[in-house]
């Protein structure tokens, strides 16, 4: 796996020397700056089989197996709840009583990496435990992993990840090396979320605090809640409350409002020509609906003139004002009373 670019750093001055690599390492460091990526990209260059300037090469046949999610020496605990949910196959998702999943680490957990950690590696290399989040290791499991840090086993990393080492017994802690990973390089994470598709990159990162990951969820969140309102407001019989929309729009999401309003128009279009919905085919009825009232020389000038607002939407003059023009302009062209 690719390390972020705000961990090589770190990465390669701990791989460099792997003679002095510990038992047990504590990572830790503010949320949303991706540890958990961290804690497996050093498994990962740990269990290569060929590294390149000390990172795994990505192209063994231990890469491959790691990617895969199968490497034989690598072992992950997480809480039940973090768990992807995995559905047998034939076994229909439904009748599963729906149980509260765990969010602490229990000792059964720790207790079914016994083997794993004592018997002798399959790759005749090292073997990697991630505990991730460690804090949510309930008392016992944290007395089960403290008896295996007090007799580390050879050739063996345990890495503890952790938004919060203090809640860790002090006992797990002082038998670990502390890695404390800072909030990466404004930068380096500006840059990463432009290249995820982040709009307003600095505005989200501002409002995660400087955490690059937990910048992005929130914007993905932001945006499909926007795109939902947005979508809902278009698909009305009766046209869209452009006022109070409007209203809703601001500097942050003017260029991803002209953004869905394309969306949605490109698809009015393609079903007034008969043809089925290319963006939003969940909202085939709506679309017909609004597509029957509309005329089609004024849904392509309308395409224009969004087109247009989009180019400018950098620095319009006055969010609100534009969205609220927009949408009076959609309500006029789509409720069959041509001008
Ligand atoms: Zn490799």
């Known amino acids: 796996m690719t390390p972020f670019p705000w961990h090589r750093p770190a990465l390669e001055r701990l791989l460099a020397d792997r003679a002095r690599m510990p038992h047990a390492l504590l990572v830790h460091g503010p949320e949303g700056i991706g540890k958990q990526e961290f804690a497996r990209a050093l498994a990962n260059g740990m269990l290569c ?32 709840a973090a768990m992807e949910d995995e559905v047998p196959e034939g076994e229909a998702e439904a009748p599963k009583a729906e149980k ?17 950690v004592a018997l002798s590696t399959h790759r005749a290399g090292y073997r990697v435990l ?84 937990a910048a992005r969820d929130q914007s993905q969140a932001d945006e499909a809640e926007l795109q939902r309102r947005l979508l809902a407001e278009l698909a009305k019989p009766t046209g869209a409350d452009a006022l109070t929309f409007a209203a809703t729009v601001d ?54 003139e969004l087109a247009e607002a989009r180019a400018l939407a950098a620095h319009p003059l006055n969010p609100r004002l534009l969205a609220e023009h927009l949408l009076m302009s959609y309500n006029r062209i789509t409720s069959g009373n041509r001008p």
Not at 50 to 74: I, K, V
Not at 264 to 285: I, S, T, Y
Request: hydrophobic share 45%.
């Open 130 to 213: 991630v505990v991730h989040p460690a804090e949510a290791m309930n008392p016992g499991a944290a007395n089960a992993l403290l008896k295996t840090l007090e007799e580390p086993p050879p050739a063996t990393l345990i890495v503890l990840v952790s938004d919060r080492p203090a809640r860790l017994l002090p006992t797990i802690r002082s038998r670990c090396r502390i890695l404390a990973l800072p909030l990466p390089p404004r930068e380096a994470a500006l840059a990463w979320l432009r290249e995820q598709g982040v709009g307003a990159p600095e505005a989200a990162l501002a409002a995660a605090g400087g955490a690059p990951l």
């Open 100 to 116: 509260a999943k765990s969010l602490v680490i229990k000792i059964d957990q720790v207790r079914a990496v016994a083997d794993f």
């Open 49 to 80: 089989e060929s590294p390149r300037d000390g990172l795994a090469c990505g192209a063994c046949s231990a890469c491959h197996w790691f990617s895969q999610g199968n490497h034989p020496d690598y072992r992950e605990i997480v809480p039940e």
């Open 251 to 304: 500097r942050e999401s003017v260029e991803r409002f002209i953004h869905w309003m394309q969306t949605w128009v490109h698809d009015l279009a393609r079903v007034r020509l008969a043809g089925e919905p290319r963006h939003h085919g969940h909202l085939a009825q709506p679309l017909r609906a609004r597509a029957k009232a509309a005329d089609l020389d004024a849904l392509f000038a309308f395409d224009r």
